[in-house]
Structures are given as structure tokens and as C-alpha cells.
């Protein structure tokens, strides 16, 4: 079952058009991921389903509901969260205050406690630099509260835009390996990654957009082994 569906996404900035058409779908329990070169349109692409960026035309179907033209905060409501690009965690900001702003959807004070443990389990690297200010955080450490500030609000879908962008290839693995680990506990993953090869690798489904469109489409072992992508993405 689809639980996210894009359907022929036009986005415009001024007279350039950033996104011409684009359509696909994210299933319940997937992992599907969104390759493709800078400037092909994949950031464009989640700050539109996010209601950062206001398409001119097209439907972006969540769990059935039409939210285009919906605000970002009550889209999160609905169980979707994004981690950006560049992490964009609050540097001054403790470990634990990033967290407790990651669940601001939450009224309880006892839950937001329950739900910051959680996270403490899953990452617990952030259990020990509870009290340090974000800002003094190694790169992946960063990634970690990036992704553990998003659990915060229970999503559904999580969004990922290039989660290894700058990390040294040893901490890429491990946030790959953080990304298989959500998803192991139930979380639907739409991944935009410049690393193919990594991304591919753990992928249900793969679409590669290009100049705004897409341009091919299927499982992440098809798109691996595909000669285009192999030219294109995987200096094969």
C-alpha cells in the first residue's frame, strides 16, 4: 500500500522549472531512495512534500490525504519528519534540549521523557553527550541527533536528504547502518543520497531523477546493476 504518492510535481523557482512532472510512490515499510547528480531536483523534491517549497501543480498524496498546500508543522502531525541536509541540528543547544525540541508535537512531559530514553537506546552515543551542546558533536554524532530528533514525533515516513554528505567513509557506513536499523524497528524511509552505491544497497525501490525528471525506475539491486547508473553514479 502506497503511503506516499507523487503525482506529476511541477515546481517552478521564478521561470526555471526545478521539478517537470515527477511521479512515484513510497509503500508502507519501504526503504526507497532518490538518486541523482546536484541540482537534479532531489532536495526540491522533500522541501515540496514537507510544504517548504509550494508546487504549481500536482497532488502529493500522505496516507491518503492530500497535503499540498498544507503547513509543515501539521504535516509532521500527520507522521512524517525530515532530516535535512547539513543535519541543522541547534548548536547551542544540549543534546537533550535538540531532542525535546524534536517533540514539541508532544504535550506530555512524561512521554517526551519516555521517547528521549528511546532514542538514548537506539543511539547511545547520545546518552553520553547528553549535556553537551550540539555544536561540539562529531559530524555522525550530529547525524545521530538529527535522526533521533526526528524519531521524537513518531513518524510514519522519515525523510533522509544526504545523510553522509561530509562524513568520512567510516562514519558513512555507520549511518547507513543507522538508516537499517530504523527501518528494522518500523519506519518507512524515503532517502535522498548522492552515495549510489550505498543507498542503492539497502533500497527496496530506486527511482533516479535528472534535470528535474526521472528518469528510470526499480529495485535497488535493478538500478545497481544498471549500465546507465553504473556510468552516471557508480564510476563503473
Known sequence: ?????????????GVIQALKGITFEV???????????????KTTTMQSI????????????????????????????????QVPEGRRVFSELSVYDNLVMGGYVNKNPSEIKKDIETVYGLFPRLKERKSQPAGMLSG???????MGRALMSHPKLM????????????????????????????????????????ALAIADRAYVLETGNIILSGTGSELANSDLVKKAYLGN
Not at 500500500?1 to 523557482?13: G, R, S
Open 1 to 13: 500500500m502506497a503511503l506516499l504518492e507523487i503525482k506529476d510535481l511541477q515546481v517552478y523557482y
Open 27 to 41: 509503500n508502507e515499510g519501504e526503504i526507497v531512495t532518490l538518486i541523482g547528480a546536484n541540482g537534479a531536483g
Open 50 to 81: 514537507m510544504g517548504l517549497i509550494h508546487p504549481r501543480s500536482g497532488e502529493i498524496i500522505y496516507n491518503g490525504q492530500n497535503i499540498v498546500g498544507m503547513p509543515t508543522h501539521k504535516i509532521v502531525r500527520l507522521g512524517m519528519t
Open 140 to 146: 555522525g554524532e550530529q547525524q545521530m541527533l538529527a
Open 159 to 198: 525523510m533522509l536528504d544526504e545523510p553522509s554528505m561530509g562524513l568520512a567513509p567510516i562514519l558513512v557506513t555507520q549511518v547507513f547502518e543507522m538508516i537499517k536499523h530504523l527501518h528494522s524497528t518500523g519506519t518507512t524511509i524515503l532517502l535522498v543520497e548522492q552515495n549510489a552505491e550505498k
